[in-house]
């Protein structure tokens, strides 16, 4: 779950759908942005966040491949090092986000995450295997599909801290 900084920007989560305004105004006195006046967009804490002992870093984040097909997985690799002074377990999370669908996407969907354990100093390279089963969605004929297209990756300690990367679907 998010929370807010206040009462005013609920509700609040991490899937929300585009707005099709942009969030930050080059000029302060630009008129069709979303902005609050007093608190930013974001939430106080974003979906996944957790707090620890510890402190990850998250690097090299790298794709297999550029294309994924029905037949053909990609494998989403991130390196997270543990750069704190103690031993410490961190949740990778994987998150996509669809481009141009059928029907209006989310801004992000957790697709995956993987626990890890690190000892001070050490890194781990962390592996996802996504296929295209996971980006299958309900359209508004109700049939449960993918769309071909442009898609995103973001991994990372939670919704809004992550690397990124893309793909793209081909049937």
């Known amino acids: 779950m998010s929370f807010p900084y206040a009462v005013g920007q609920i509700p609040v989560y991490y899937n929300h759908f585009n707005t099709g305004r942009p969030k930050p105004a080059e000029d302060t006195d630009e008129q069709y942005v979303s902005k609050y006046l007093d608190i930013p967009n974001a939430p106080l804490l974003p979906f996944g966040y957790g707090l620890s002992y510890t402190t990850f870093t998250y690097s090299s984040l790298e794709l297999s491949s550029e294309v994924m097909t029905v037949a053909k997985s990609i494998k989403v690799t991130v390196q997270v090092c543990n750069t704190g002074e103690v ?85």
């Open 87 to 171: 031993k410490g377990i961190e949740t990778v999370q994987l998150y996509v986000r669809d481009i141009s669908g059928e029907v209006v996407r989310p801004m992000r969907e957790l697709k995956d995450f993987r626990r890890i354990e690190l000892a001070p100093g050490e890194a781990a390279q962390v592996v996802f295997e996504l296929g295209e089963e996971q980006l299958r969605y309900y359209h508004s004929d109700l049939s449960f599909s993918s769309d071909t297209g442009r898609f995103e990756i973001f991994v990372g300690p939670n919704s809004c801290d992550t690397l990124q990367g893309g793909f793209r679907l081909d049937k």
